[in-house]
Structures are given as structure tokens and as C-alpha cells.
């Protein structure tokens, strides 16, 4: 799909948003370099992972690339049920065309082509958050980095682990199952996991539990502490056996690190102190098409009917039966709506504020009963997601 972006006064230039072809390759290194220090190598590394077919960007006056990003398929995950979705992942503009007027642009016609292809939302990380909530992107979920000692992890389960290969079926499977017990985790796609296995790949392990009550994948390239790259745990026992697996490594590695949830099973199962935060930030959504968000994703109440007013669109009614939503125009008859703006719905849709703290800053107006109902719908575990993409 080509979309026109046509900039401000001071570039009146038409510039498409194009599909990356073989011979873009050597540029879109260039800016990932310039845009993310990233090495000749990573950035190659890079290119291959994501699979050039998912980059898109923008040709300057000469023809070369001036911007690109990945345009990533997947969906998020909300109480069991995957919403369409697209990562927008690693905007880089050259140096000599930042601040000119190019990201909220790029960003939208992304936006457009995603929702041509059915994406109901978009996320990403962004780097200066002004600029991509001028695009309609708003806070939605959590990154998060935690970190331990290893002298101070738990030693007295002997689950036992399997070495594997890093593509063993088994993980995704698992993997698959952790999605369904958190909120906002991405169904993974083929440049999701090819990230995940990024070199240095002789550094890197596989191992699975018995019974495959839980997995690791462990990078072992970094003597200053065992980085986690990925992992899952069935239940508090599981967790308790990969916290005292990952003890076996305490005379090589002082520290490890993982990515888990607000809500952390590996934190829950630590029996004292020696853990910190070592790292979080949030990504950020924008609602692409509202009633095909709703229809999609799971809800924690089984029956519920409420209306909401997002911007300037007419009402849409939700109304869930036996936990799964049916989504149209608000009836007349329906009475009073709740509204807010599509950056406050974003962040009520993962469930990263509620209606009610959003009606605290004067996000949401409506009903207190209704206020208090949409809370009870979009009610669950913290939103996030357990890789930067």
C-alpha cells in the first residue's frame, strides 16, 4: 500500500510510505545505526529478524532511505482473547531530517495501512512521548525488568531441567499458555521469536522442566550477570524450581535478570529480600478501530451493557453476554454514555488506568453507576508485555 505524506511549509514534498525492497537494505542499517547505536552487524542482524518484508519507510529527493520502521503483525492479548494488532517497532529518521515534522506522519500512514489490514490497535515504545501523542498514542502497559542476586535465590526444589533447542516447539507452546494468564502479552510472531534468539547465539541456552512446567531461555554472554531472555512458570512450584535452577548458576553469575509482570510470579516466589527493579518503562496504544477492539477482546464480567462516546463518534453500546461482546451503535433508548477522548480510551481498554482514576483527571465524564461499571469491565491483571519490541 502507498500513502502520501505531505509535510509542512517548509518541506512541500509528497513522500510515500513504501515497502522496503532488497536493495534498501544497506540504508535502513544506515539509520538504524545512526537512530539506535546499533552496529553494522546488529543492525543486519536486525533487518533479517524482522524480515525486510515488514519495513517501511521514506525515500528523500535522491531516492535513498530518510526514515523507515518495522510494521510487525501480532495481536495483544486481554483476558484470553488476542486483539489484532501491529507493533510499530524502531522508528529511525536520518539525523539531517529529525525535527521537521517527519514521525506523526510515518506513524500515521502506518497506522493506516495496519487498520487496511484488519488491526484493531497499535503499539510501540517511543523514545519521546510528545511526539507520538500527537499520533493518538497513549500510555498502556508496562515493561519491566527485574533483577536478584543469585546468592539470594532459593535452593531447596530439584525440579529438573532438559537442555533443548531454542526452537522447540514446546516453549511456544508454553509461551501460548502464559498469554491467557496475564494481560497485554503479544501473540508472538516469526520476528518476535527470531529477536528473542538474536546473537550472541553461542551464548545462548534453552532449557525445559519436567512435565513442561516451566522453561528458560538464559543468555550466558554477559559475566556480569545471566539475562533471561524468556521463561515460564505453570505454577508457584514451578516458579519456586526456576528460581532455584537459576541458582545453580550463583558461582559464575552474582546477578540475573528477567522481564516480568507488575504482578511477578518469580518475585512472589523469592523467600526474602535480594531482588530490585531494575528497569521499566511503558508502551503505548492508540485504538485503530474501537468497536472491533471491543468485540475482540475478553472482558471479566459475563454479563454486562454499557454505552461509551470515544471523541467526536457516535456511541458505541457494548453489550457482553456469557464474557463475549457484541458491539454496535448506541440505542436512543440506552440512555446516558460514557465519555472520553481516544488517548483515555486507550489506556481504559488495556486496563492500565481505570475509569475512575481517569475521571479523576477529568478524563472521563459520565455516570457514577456507569463509571463504576466500566470499571467492573475492563477489570484485571495489569497490562504488559515481556519483550521490548
Not at 539525523?95 to 510501540?124: F, I, S, Y
Not at 512472589?268 to 531482588?275: E, F, I, L, S, Y
Amino acid at each position: 500500500m502507498m500513502k502520501s505524506i505531505i509535510l509542512g511549509s517548509d518541506m512541500k514534498k509528497n513522500f510515500k510510505l513504501e515497502p522496503a525492497i532488497a536493495g534498501d537494505a544497506t540504508g535502513i542499517a544506515s539509520l538504524l545505526s545512526w537512530a539506535f547505536g546499533f552496529g553494522r552487524a546488529r543492525s543486519e542482524e536486525y533487518i533479517a529478524n524482522a524480515g525486510l518484508a515488514s519495513l517501511r519507510l521514506l525515500r528523500g529527493e535522491d531516492g535513498l532511505p530518510m526514515a523507515c520502521a518495522a510494521l510487525l503483525e501480532t495481536a495483544h492479548v486481554f483476558h484470553r482473547r488476542p486483539v489484532r494488532a501491529v507493533n510499530i517497532a524502531h522508528v529511525a529518521i536520518a539525523p539531517e531530517r529529525r525535527g521537521q515534522g517527519l514521525a506523526v506522519p510515518l506513524v500515521d500512514a502506518l497506522c493506516e495501512e495496519a487498520k487496511a489490514n484488519g488491526a484493531a490497535v497499535a503499539t510501540l515504545f517511543a523514545s519521546t512521548r510528545p511526539v507520538y501523542r500527537k499520533a493518538g498514542f497513549e500510555l498502556a502497559g508496562h515493561e519491566i525488568v527485574y533483577e536478584a542476586e543469585t546468592a539470594a535465590l532459593p535452593s531447596a526444589s530439584r525440579l529438573g531441567f532438559e537442555r533443548v533447542e531454542l526452537d522447540d516447539q514446546r516453549l511456544a507452546g508454553a509461551y501460548a499458555e502464559k498469554t491467557l494468564r496475564e494481560s497485554g502479552l503479544l501473540v508472538r510472531g516469526t520476528a518476535h521469536w527470531n529477536e528473542l534468539r538474536r546473537a550472541p547465539t553461542d551464548a545462548l541456552a534453552a532449557y525445559l522442566a519436567e512435565g513442561e512446567a516451566a522453561y528458560l531461555i538464559l543468555d550466558m554472554g554477559n559475566e556480569a550477570r545471566l539475562e533471561v531472555r524468556d521463561w515460564f512458570a505453570a505454577s508457584p512450584e514451578a516458579a519456586l524450581g526456576l528460581l532455584s535452577f537459576l541458582a545453580r548458576f550463583r558461582s559464575v553469575y552474582p546477578a540475573v535478570r528477567w522481564h516480568g509482570a507488575p504482578h511477578d510470579d518469580l518475585v512472589a516466589a523469592m523467600p526474602d529480600k535480594g531482588w530490585r527493579l531494575a528497569h521499566q518503562e511503558e508502551w503505548l496504544l492508540r485504538v485503530l478501530d474501537p468497536a472491533a477492539a471491543l468485540r475482540q477482546r475478553g472482558y471479566h464480567v459475563d454479563a454486562a451493557r454499557l454505552a461509551l462516546r470515544i471523541g467526536e463518534a457516535p456511541p458505541l453500546e457494548i453489550d457482553i453476554r456469557a464474557g463475549k461482546a457484541e458491539v454496535g451503535e448506541a440505542a436512543g433508548a440506552l440512555g446516558g454514555a460514557v465519555s472520553l477522548q481516544p488517548t483515555a480510551f486507550a489506556q481504559l481498554f488495556t486496563g492500565f488506568r481505570s475509569a475512575s482514576k481517569l475521571a479523576q483527571y477529568g478524563l472521563v465524564s459520565g455516570d457514577s453507576a456507569d463509571i463504576r461499571r466500566c470499571d467492573q469491565l475492563f477489570a484485571g491483571s495489569p497490562p504488559w508485555v515481556a519483550e521490548h519490541f
